[in-house]
Structures are given as structure tokens and as C-alpha cells.
């Protein structure tokens, strides 16, 4: 996305540099995977680089430098007020890359123009909710606002890509996978825009929404019904893919469970774009399905922010982290079988949500803030104020919300779906009264 670094005083004759690139406006992005040996301070005539004539210029002129390639640059030259950003592109032979576009300062706009659907992710969107922690600062992460309305594009891209790159998956190959849905939508993005077929392995917790919108795309999805051993779905889903992959040799399974791309994926975007965006974090709050988003935070925090406590948010019910089976009803969090992926001791706490109390939670949310998120970011926020009384005064937190609301129209924001799921509840009364007489209505 493009960023607004350096706007304000950067009018042209007020500028310092009178040259090119100057040393400090030149710096490593993490998160596209740069190569170390671009200087961390270099000018672009250090570079090598020649024949500049504007901004465009310069930008066309670096992109054809593979040494360069994914880096942000802000140019401050004289009469150039602009910023440069990375985005990813595909290049001829298909290899994943990043290029520089520039972005016209003064008058023109920020326009982000990118290749594919799936290219559409914003990472650098946070809402600040700092009421949720006195005299803290909180960070909401907004995940949900991409054309996949889920973290999972950023998974899905991730994987495929990977199996791409090692050979896995050849052009119009055959994926199948399990997801309760968010990921299934991400995929099926993906799948068209790559010209891959796709079948969803789901069941009755899945979002009725997210099947269809799967089913829209063109996604062969079967829904198992049968509970497993744990009261889940999850061994049932994997069961079946198990008996199609033996039927079936050429369909490539990308096993978000167990695939280490999936935790890769969220150590370089997703982490990092959170301590890119915020700097210092003292608590970090994310929730745990895959765990690929929690083990990627913590593979990245912890060798960049090791300071930073990591709190794991996962459904009662959940057996991720060695509780008891139980039902659970809403798609996000919880596994009835523990991912491959997942190390516990990677996290400083783990906090286990009710599903009834995350409901509660995403319903404020809704009527205090005009934010409809989904069960898991609920679940989330629900573990952020049990934990608030015990968070220092000043510190910084970032919560992660996987997904918004919309999906969850018919069940988390249904009054009915609510009290014949979770019986005609005292509590959840209750909260509504009191959020009335707080605001009035
Ligand atoms: C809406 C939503 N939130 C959270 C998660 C959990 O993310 P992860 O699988 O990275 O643990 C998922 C996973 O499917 C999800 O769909």
C-alpha cells in the first residue's frame, strides 16, 4: 500500500536534497523477502544507477535491478515529492517479485495498481481502540479488508505459491483442501486467478455465506456431517481427503495443518508488517486455528521483538493446546485435533474464550464502534479485556482480527441463531441492556 511517509514538508524547493535517493530514506523491507546484500544506506548514484530524468524514471531504471527490487524508496529530490512503495507482481517466468511504483506526492493520487485479485492485501491497516486498555494504546489489525475478507489470503497465497516454487504444483493443477471457510474463499481466489482447480473440504460450522461465495467462484465443495472422536469435524475432513488423495494421486493437498508455509507466510507479512507499521509492541493478541498466524508472530517476534509478550487466544472446546474436546459452532478458531504446525511454548500465554462470551464481545464491538468483525476477532478481544487490568499503564498492544462481520449476519449478529445455539441467555441480555444504558439507545 502506498504510505504517506514523508508528505508534509516535502514540497518542492523546501527539499534538502538537492540529488537522488538520499542514504536515510533507503531501507530494507522485511517482509518482501529482500536480498542482504542491498546497502541499507546508498544513494542512487551508488547504486550505479543513471539516466534519471523524473520519479518514473527512477522507478523503471531500479526495477530492472533484481538487487533493488524490494526495496521502499521515498524520493526527496527537488520537485519530486513522492513516495516509492514495493508491490508484488508476477514476472514473465512467473516468479513471485516485487516492483517499485511510485506514487505522486502533490496532486496525483495514490493509486496502487496491481496484477491479480490476490495481490489485494492491506497490511498496514490498524484500528485504534484504546479504550480497551486504560492509559494503554491498542491496535486492532484489520485483516478482513481484502477481496478474500480474510487473513487466510495472505495463507492461501502463501502455500500455493510455495508448492508452486517446489515443484508441487504444476500450472493447471489440482488442489484440494479442508477449511471451515475463510480459507476456502482465499484459495478459490487464488485458484481462479492462477488457472488451478480447486475442491473445499468443509462442514455444517462453515459460514453458509463463504460456501456460497466458494461455490460462486467455481469451488467443487463437499461438506462432511459426521463428528470425529473429539465432537469436531476436523478428523472427518481429513479422513476424506486422505481417501481421495489414495483414489486420486494427482490432487496436491496443501495441508494448512502442517505446512510450514503457512507459518512462513504470517512471519513475513503479517508479523512483520505489524512492528513495520507500529514499532514497538509490548502484547501482541492473536487467535489460533492452523496456529499458522500465531507461530509465524512468534518466529518473527521473537527474533525481532523478543520483549514482546505473546498471548494465543483459542475457543473453549479447542483441544490446540491440551484442553478437553467440546462443540464449538463458530468457523475461526479451535481445532478437535492439534496442528502439526503449533508449539505451544512459542507464546508466553495462552487464553481460552467461551464462544458465548466471544459473541457478546463481537456484539459490542458492533453497537459501540459500528465494527462488525468475526467470532474469532471476538474471541480476541474478549481475552484482551479479561487480560487489560493486569497490562501496565503506557504499554503498546496490537490485536489481530482475522475477518469482519458480514459473514456472521445469520449467526454471531442473529438473536435467534444466538439463543438456540447457545440457550436463551441471562447474559448476553444482560450486556445488551448494558450497552444501552451506557450509549443511550
Ligand atoms: C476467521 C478466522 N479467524 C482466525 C483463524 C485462525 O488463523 P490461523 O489458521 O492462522 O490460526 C482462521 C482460520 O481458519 C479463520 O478462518
Keep these: 500500500m502506498a504510505h504517506g511517509l514523508g508528505r508534509s514538508n516535502d514540497r518542492p524547493g523546501t527539499v534538502p536534497y538537492g540529488g537522488f535517493i538520499p542514504a536515510s530514506a533507503y531501507r530494507r523491507t522485511e517482509s518482501s523477502g529482500c536480498d542482504d546484500r542491498v546497502p541499507r544506506s546508498a544513494t542512487y548514484r551508488d547504486l550505479g544507477c543513471r539516466g534519471v530524468?523524473?520519479?518514473?524514471?527512477?522507478?523503471?531504471?531500479?526495477?530492472?535491478?533484481?538487487d533493488v527490487r524490494a526495496c521502499l524508496v521515498l524520493f526527496f529530490a527537488a520537485?519530486?515529492?513522492?513516495?516509492?512503495?514495493?508491490?508484488?507482481?508476477?514476472?514473465?517466468?512467473?516468479?513471485?517479485?516485487?516492483?517499485?511504483?511510485?506514487?505522486?506526492?502533490?496532486?496525483?493520487?495514490?493509486?496502487?495498481i496491481l496484477d491479480h485479485v490476490y495481490d489485494i492485501v492491506t497490511d498496514d491497516i490498524f484500528l485504534r481502540l484504546d479504550e480497551m486498555v486504560p492509559g494503554g494504546e491498542v491496535f486492532l489489525k484489520l485483516e478482513g479488508l481484502n477481496p478474500a475478507g480474510s487473513i487466510k489470503l495472505k495463507t492461501a497465497v502463501g502455500m500455493v505459491e510455495d508448492a508452486e516454487r517446489s515443484g508441487l504444483l504444476a500450472a493447471g493443477g489440482r488442489i484440494i483442501e479442508s477449511s471451515s471457510g475463510s480459507l476456502g474463499v482465499a484459495l478459490a481466489l487464488v485458484c481462479v486467478g492462477k488457472g488451478l482447480s480447486f475442491t473445499c473440504v468443509t462442514d455444517p460450522n462453515a459460514s453458509r455465506h463463504s460456501v456460497r461465495l466458494m461455490r460462486a467462484l467455481g469451488v467443487d465443495v463437499v461438506e462432511v456431517d459426521r463428528r470425529d472422536a473429539n465432537g469436531g469435524y476436523l478428523g472427518t475432513r481429513i479422513d476424506y481427503i486422505r481417501q481421495r488423495l489414495h483414489h486420486d494421486p494427482g490432487l496436491v493437498w496443501l495441508n494448512q495443518y502442517a505446512n510450514p508455509a503457512n507459518v512462513r507466510t504470517h512471519a513475513m507479512r503479517t508479523a512483520s508488517a505489524i512492528l513495520r507499521e507500529i514499532g514497538r509492541v509490548d502484547y501482541l493478541f492473536v487467535g489460533a486455528g492452523t496456529t499458522g498466524t500465531m507461530m509465524g508472530c512468534a518466529m518473527h517476534f521473537r527474533r525481532h521483538s523478543p520483549q514482546t509478550r505473546i498471548i494465543a487466544v483459542d475457543s473453549q472446546g479447542s483441544v490446540t493446546f491440551g484442553h478437553s474436546p467440546g462443540p464449538r459452532y463458530i468457523p475461526g478458531l479451535g481445532t478437535s485435533r492439534v496442528p502439526e504446525i503449533c508449539r505451544p511454548d512459542a507464546v508466553d500465554e495462552i487464553v481460552m474464550v467461551a464462544e458465548e462470551e466471544a459473541v457478546r464481545t463481537c456484539r459490542e464491538l458492533a453497537r459501540r464502534r459500528g465494527l462488525m468483525v468475526g467470532g474469532s476477532t471476538g474471541s480476541v478481544m474478549s481475552a484482551l479485556s479479561r487480560m487489560a487490568p493486569d497490562i501496565p499503564e503506557g504499554s503498546r498492544i496490537v490485536a489481530i482480527s482475522p475477518d469482519l462481520g458480514d459473514r456472521y449476519v445469520q449467526t454471531i449478529y442473529n438473536d435467534s441463531w444466538v439463543s438456540s445455539t447457545f440457550g436463551s441467555d441471562a447474559d448476553l441480555t444482560e450486556a445488551f441492556m448494558a450497552i444501552s444504558g451506557e450509549t443511550g439507545h
Design 53 to 66: 530524468g523524473s520519479p518514473a524514471a527512477a522507478c523503471s531504471d531500479l526495477n530492472r535491478r533484481p
Design 79 to 112: 520537485g519530486w515529492p513522492c513516495v516509492a512503495s514495493a508491490v508484488p507482481v508476477t514476472d514473465a517466468e512467473g516468479r513471485r517479485r516485487q516492483r517499485l511504483a511510485f506514487f505522486d506526492d502533490a496532486n496525483r493520487g495514490r493509486a496502487v
